[in-house]
T-cell receptor, first 115, second 111 residues
């Protein structure tokens, strides 16, 4: 059983650029969530995808967008990068069941630095 | 407005003793609470959860207690081991499937 894998692990961009982060879900999971973790803070919910549709969104502007593919892998796109977008971006997959706790399986994250 | 708060950024305990990590929340609609552990350069990993209709859940050395009237939960680790040294995140779920996290507590277990 493979876990959640994310790429790239580290990247550096400049203000105004665009970035795409990628995530492969754990086998058997059909739901993907993306989180932003700033230094010293907990993960903040960006959005969730289920069956290729956005299924909930946190307090992030529209320049944060995503996709989920038929194989349940996912992308996070951020346009017009700002300095405050510098953070660890975590992808998490889950089974999407609604009985029981929503247990997330996280990847190791993509560390984005915006200069 | 932070709905899940972990007020202690760090905790240090001696090996073999009890570690108690605390978490407070404000949203009465949360239906499950979870604890995750994070080692450096790794993603958070699930540790234990509790339903909002329970007051205790135990799994080996880990026990989570929930006090709904106080909107407070705690994670007890007994006995603590050096390998337990990590950042611990408290998280809360609504039935919308979105998890809200606290800012974490760094636990250091000294040999």
């Amino acid at each position: 059983e493979t876990g959640v894998t994310q790429s790239p692990t580290h990247l550096i961009k400049t203000r105004g650029q665009q970035v795409t982060l990628r995530c492969s879900s754990q086998s058997g999971h059909n739901t993907v969530s993306w989180y932003q973790q700033a230094l010293g803070q907990g993960p903040q919910f960006i959005f969730q995808y289920y069956r290729e549709e956005e299924n909930g969104r946190g307090n992030f502007p529209p320049r944060f967008s995503g996709l989920q593919f038929p194989n349940y892998s996912s992308e996070l796109n951020v346009n017009a990068l700002e300095l405050d977008d510098s953070a660890l971006y975590l992808c998490a997959s889950s089974a999407g069941q609604r009985s029981g706790a929503n247990v997330l399986t996280f990847g190791a994250g993509s560390r984005l630095t915006v200069l | 407005d932070q709905q899940v708060k972990q007020n202690s950024p760090s905790l240090s305990v001696q090996e073999g003793r009890i570690s108690i990590l605390n978490c407070d929340y404000t949203n009465s609609m949360f239906d499950y609470f979870l604890w995750y552990k994070k080692y450096p350069a790794e993603g958070p990993t699930f540790l234990i959860s509790i339903s909002s209709i329970k007051d205790k859940n135990e799994d080996g050395r880990f026990t989570v207690f929930l006090n709904k009237s106080a909107k407070h939960l705690s994670l007890h680790i007994v006995p603590s081991q050096p390998g337990d040294s990590a950042v611990y995140f408290c998280a809360a779920d609504t039935n919308a499937g979105k998890s809200t996290f606290g800012d974490g507590t760094t636990l250091t277990v000294k040999p």
